[in-house]
DNA sequence: ACAATAGTGTCTGTAAGACAGTATTCT
DNA sequence: AGAATACTGTCTTACAGACACTATTGT
């Protein structure tokens, strides 16, 4: 058998998981640091090897459960987003990754699991602003990644996804706030929240802050699509109200 | 060396194309008919190995001229979509695809490749309307390809891709008409093209049509998004004023 | 003159940015 | 009463939808 055209290339394919949450009012992404080579000892992205007769969303879900906890019963947003394939991106050999986002409320530190010495919340600001602290391409991954969320914000209820089930609409945009790292006039996004028929329904309950009114509880609604959407303001910068 | 884990999974990857364009008023994608197993004879996307030593782009790169021609000197917009990872959706065995979308003006119809019977240009539309007529999963390839791009012509300027190097404001907006399947206003049109600064920039020279007034041609400008963005029209049907 | 395409101007409605003011709770 | 948070209303500006009108070509 002849070489007539070059061999096509034989890989492991890999999910990679992205999972983001607003803690504190900051964006955070879940970082493992890794108990085998390569990287041992590295922080990176949670993730794992696909499997025979599986496909990638099984591949995903399946990690985001293993190796967080995450999804038993109340699957959180979970989406692919791209590949990545440099020949030398892992020295273990031919692996592309698919990266995939997780959008999940504040939940409490995940338990450490057999491949992963701990897992932890870690700030996504100051790993954006540096790069070059995660194993692999994980940097690229990350930055490609919270840019994706912070444009899906804008035309989708995604937002809605890293709320508890019962939120206020101060919840809502802090997670707006914290995502475009922005600040946002409450009162108009009180406007746009409620006049965006199918983005939040009330639940008729209220949350007593430590001091102040209660705050009507919302759940989200079955909208999907924001229109017209919710821009970042590209221009002028906000000034918060109140100080 | 026991099995304590399920293995991973070994797979091929392909990187499959949808070329789509803009002829005729119509939306149009570049189909083969594939000429050999699986699938000898039926109409699919373009597409091939992810071969030793390359990354996905240059496969894609590497397919859009080898089945094409396309790409030589001047390469259009490319870009990478998602994965399609079911693992019984190429009887060969795991072959995992990875779909690029490619834009391409208006070009001559391309020439048939080794792999491939014939290429030719077909029109979109009823393509989506009634599934079943493509190989492998490329149906769903393809709409999920089609809505990819009418959304993303709403905040970029990616519609310009479509378009030839020189081309007039009447052109553009034909490619939102057609990928949009959607009636635009021209006047409207061309108040907001000109007011974005950046989309498109004068080049001196004019076009003559058959019958009036020369339009001036254009060609891209550096701006990559739109601010703020040309949404389609999701809730009033549109009526084009000259007829 | 007329048809055909290119391009400008104007009116109007919708929604966002800015911000004053009212409501409801706790201490 | 005062502090703190929740919420409503109003003014203004930006911009999209609708459409009248002018401009420049060929026949």
Redesign the interface.
């Known amino acids: 058998m002849q070489r007539a055209r070059?061999?096509?290339?034989?890989?492991?394919?890999t999910a990679d998981l992205v999972i983001l949450t607003v803690r504190d009012g900051q964006l955070q992404v879940l970082l493992i640091e890794r108990g085998n080579e390569p990287f041992k000892g590295c922080l990176a992205l949670p993730g794992g090897?696909?499997?025979?007769?599986?496909?990638?969303?099984t591949a995903a879900r399946r990690e985001l459960l293993g190796e967080t906890g995450i999804g038993g019963t109340h699957i959180p947003h979970l989406e692919?987003l791209?590949?990545y394939?440099?020949?030398d991106r892992d020295p273990r050999g031919?692996v592309?990754t698919?990266a995939y986002l997780a959008l999940a409320p504040n939940l409490p530190l995940p338990t450490a699991s057999t491949d992963a010495v701990a897992a932890a919340w870690t700030s996504a600001g100051p790993l954006l602003h540096s790069p070059g602290q995660l194993a692999f391409d994980h940097d690229q991954i990350l930055a490609d990644t919270v840019e994706h969320s912070r444009a899906k914000l804008e035309?989708t209820t995604l937002a809605a996804s890293f709320c508890p089930p019962e939120f206020t609409i101060g919840d809502l945009m802090h997670i707006y706030e914290a995502v475009w790292d922005q600040q946002l006039d409450l009162r108009n996004f009180y406007r746009k929240v409620s006049q965006t028929e199918g983005f939040i329904v009330p639940t008729g309950r209220k949350r007593a802050p430590d001091t102040g009114r209660p705050a009507t509880l919302y759940r989200r609604g079955p909208a999907q699509v924001l229109?017209?959407?919710m821009?970042r303001n590209?221009r002028t910068g906000r000034v918060r109200p109140s100080q």
Do not use: C, M, T
Not at 6 to 13: G, N
Not at 49 to 57: A, C, H, I, T, V
């Open positions: 070059p061999p096509h290339a034989i890989v492991q394919v090897f696909l499997r025979d007769g599986e496909d990638l969303d692919q791209r590949v394939s440099a020949p031919r592309v698919v035309h229109h017209p959407p821009l590209p």
